[in-house]
Antibody
């Protein structure tokens, strides 16, 4: 059973860059899945950030596209997220998840999640 | 402001049936896009509950069921139990926005 684990600094200064890594175990990041980042501000709902395929293709939430980069490291079986020019509004729990491709449906779903990591943007 | 609408909260007594609606538009659910549902307990990550409108992953009790019609979807919980108290989110894809979207979430309370 695949497991995911987020890691990275829990505190980032305003205007800085938020950098997180998601380590995948129990499965290969080169499998026929996409890999995604979702965030949740404290006490609020879920927000899709973006996703990356095993070949490095990416899709991003249009509202974040200009400030976000998702990348893949096959040698370490992990993928990463960078959010640039952060503000207090980027304070959230960040989750990484595996995306299962809907071969007989129309919309992919997120079937395995990491426990999440809280990132606070503050000086 | 999400393009999917859910009631902020629903409640029911143990053993009762509750239903959570997820209302969208012609650019998401009404466009034929599937709806998935997630369950989230406080302090934990979301868990996939229903995928492809009606399907349950292995390990999800059959007390949970999903349906979809037109521009809306619904999650029903029958035989409500105390440990069903959680937040529930619907998810789909919006063609106008060009990405996945989540509903705002519904808190289920067992009276």
């Amino acid at each position: 059973q695949v497991q995911l684990q987020e890691s990275g600094p829990g505190l980032v200064k305003p205007s800085g860059t938020l950098s997180l890594t998601c380590a995948v175990s129990g499965g290969s990041i080169s499998s026929n899945n996409w890999w995604t980042w979702v965030r949740q501000p404290p006490g609020k709902g879920l927000e899709y950030i973006g996703e990356i395929s095993r070949n490095g293709a990416t899709n991003y939430n249009p509202s974040l596209r200009s400030r976000v980069t998702i990348s893949l490291d096959k040698s370490r079986n992990q993928f990463s997220l960078k959010v640039f020019s952060v503000t207090a509004a980027d304070t959230a729990i960040y989750y990484c998840a595996r995306v299962t491709i809907a071969t007989s449906g129309t919309v992919d779903w997120f079937d395995s999640w990491g426990p999440g990591t809280l990132v606070t943007v503050s000086s | 402001q999400s393009v999917l609408t859910q009631p902020p909260s629903v409640s029911g007594a143990p053993g009762q049936r509750v239903a959570i609606s997820c209302t969208g538009s012609s650019s998401n659910i009404g466009a034929g896009n599937d709806v998935h549902w997630y369950q989230q307990f406080p302090g934990t990550a979301p868990r996939l509950l229903i995928y492809g409108n009606t399907n349950r992953p292995s390990g999800v009790p059959d007390r949970f069921s999903g349906s979809k019609s037109g521009t809306s979807a619904s999650l029903a919980i029958t035989g409500l139990q105390a440990d069903d108290e959680a937040d529930y989110y619907c998810q789909s894809y919006d063609s106008g926005l060009g990405g996945y979207v989540f509903g705002p979430g519904t808190k289920v309370t067992v009276l």
